[in-house]
């Protein structure tokens, strides 16, 4: 079976999943199977905890102001999202 890519803004369609190209691995990776986190210091748990972004991506928030926006790929960060939730309590 062939694979088709089309090329879409840093977007490729295979198979009716959508990846994207990441800025820091320079692989693809599914966008609909990762987790968006604004929070560094959610961050810096993840990294401690030996779960690495994906990809990072620069946006604005709200009031314009520029931000970080990490993306983790969502299965492998599960427990240490759970962890870090506990911790906030």
């Known amino acids: 079976m062939k694979m088709m890519y089309k090329r879409q803004r840093n977007v490729y369609r295979m198979s009716d999943e959508f990846y994207r190209l990441s800025t820091v691995t320079g692989k693809k990776y ?7 986190i604004l ?14 972004p ?9 009031k314009g102001e520029k931000c970080f926006v990490f993306y983790y790929d969502r299965e492998e960060s599960k427990q240490v999202y759970e962890d870090w939730c506990n911790t906030r309590k």
């Open 30 to 36: 599914d966008i609909f199977k990762t987790v968006k």
């Open 54 to 62: 994906v990809d990072i991506k620069i946006t604005e928030t709200d």
């Open 39 to 52: 929070n560094l210091r959610q961050c810096i748990y993840y990294t401690q905890n030996g779960i690495y």
